[in-house]
């Protein structure tokens, strides 16, 4: 196969290039022939040329149909609307919501820790003008 490829292109490459239907063919050849020789990754550029050649406009049609209801679901080529997916802090404090429990016990703690700041700026009071004996800390019997 690879000795037929090469009688054909140098058969075509001696006759001259008249037009491009020829440099299609030539290309074709040469596309056929690195891939008997496994050289496509040593000619690159010649390789993406030979390719170019071989396409025709309109190709990839019947492929693209099989993928047009994923693409119009992901909306290529079209106007993208993007939203912020993820709940701000509002719907924290939200009446009702699975996450308004948070909200009741920050404020629970928040109850809390004010009520043991005014509990200890009172002892602290008691503790100056009474002594420790009427302290909290260490009840009298």
Same mark, same amino acid.
């Given at each position: 196969?690879?000795?037929?490829?090469?009688?054909?292109?140098?058969?075509?490459?001696?006759?001259?290039?008249?037009?491009?239907?020829?440099?299609?063919?030539?290309?074709?050849? @040469?596309?056929? $022939?690195?891939? !008997?020789?496994?050289?496509?990754?040593?000619?690159? %550029? +010649?390789?993406?040329?030979?390719?170019?050649?071989?396409?025709?406009?309109?190709?990839?049609?019947?492929?693209?149909?099989?993928?047009?209801?994923?693409?119009?679901?992901?909306? @290529?080529?079209? $106007?993208?609307? !993007?939203?912020?997916?993820?709940?701000?802090?509002? %719907? +924290?404090?939200?009446?009702?919501?699975?996450?308004?429990?948070?909200?009741?016990?920050?404020?629970?703690?928040?109850?809390?820790?004010?009520?043991?700041?005014?509990?200890?700026? @009172?002892?602290?009071?008691?503790?100056?003008?009474?002594?420790?004996?009427?302290?909290?800390?260490?009840?009298?019997?």
């Amino acid at each position: 196969m690879k000795n037929e490829i090469i009688l054909k292109l140098n058969r075509q490459l001696a006759s001259g290039i008249q037009d491009e239907a020829v440099v299609v063919y030539a290309l074709t050849l @040469i596309r056929k $022939l690195s891939e !008997v020789v496994h050289a496509t990754k040593t000619y690159p %550029v +010649l390789r993406f040329y030979a390719d170019w050649a071989g396409y025709k406009l309109g190709y990839y049609a019947p492929i693209g149909e099989c993928f047009k209801p994923h693409f119009d679901t992901i909306n @290529i080529g079209g $106007l993208h609307h !993007v939203t912020a997916s993820r709940p701000n802090s509002k %719907v +924290l404090f939200q009446e009702g919501s699975d996450r308004s429990f948070y909200e009741t016990q920050i404020r629970k703690e928040i109850a809390v820790q004010k009520w043991d700041a005014t509990m200890d700026l @009172i002892a602290a009071a008691r503790k100056k003008i009474f002594g420790a004996a009427t302290s909290l800390e260490n009840p009298s019997p």
